[in-house]
């Protein structure tokens, strides 16, 4: 695991999330990275997130250039609702995600 990370110029001794998406119905890959990223920066977890993004060039570009202080700034500040619950935005979906954040969780303890 060591070798192939270090072959990707990922940072071995970090911890990981490898994030994706797809027919699941799991929702919005950008906002499934914000939650987390808002996550582990309030609860000091240092893990590096990775989003897998198919062809997606525009979610690309968006996550690249996108100015996480802000996203965190807002999340303090209730500016965006979503970063409370992405229940209230997806309430049919909210279950998988919070099962998502448990199991990141879990492994980050």
Same mark, same amino acid.
């Given at each position: 695991?060591? &070798? +192939?990370?270090?072959?990707?110029?990922?940072?071995?001794? $970090?911890?990981?999330? %490898?994030?994706?998406?797809?027919?699941?119905?799991?929702?919005? !890959?950008? @906002?499934? +990275?914000?939650? %987390?990223?808002?996550?582990?920066?309030?609860? /000091?977890?240092?893990?590096?997130?990775?989003?897998?993004? /198919? =062809?997606? @060039?525009?979610?690309?570009?968006?996550?690249?250039? $996108?100015?996480?202080?802000?996203? %965190?700034?807002?999340?303090?500040?209730?500016?965006?609702?979503?970063? &409370?619950? !992405?229940?209230?935005?997806?309430?049919?979906? &909210?279950? =998988?995600?919070?099962?998502? %954040?448990?199991?990141?969780?879990?492994?980050?303890?």
């Amino acid at each position: 695991q060591r &070798s +192939v990370r270090e072959g990707l110029g990922v940072d071995p001794d $970090r911890r990981m999330v %490898l994030v994706m998406g797809g027919g699941e119905g799991v929702g919005s !890959l950008s @906002e499934i +990275v914000e939650e %987390l990223y808002v996550k582990f920066r309030k609860e /000091g977890v240092d893990a590096a997130v990775y989003v897998v993004c /198919g =062809r997606n @060039e525009k979610l690309k570009n968006d996550l690249e250039t $996108r100015c996480w202080d802000t996203v %965190l700034r807002e999340s303090h500040n209730g500016k965006k609702k979503k970063f &409370s619950k !992405l229940s209230f935005l997806m309430p049919r979906r &909210s279950k =998988r995600i919070q099962q998502t %954040l448990d199991k990141v969780h879990a492994v980050e303890k």
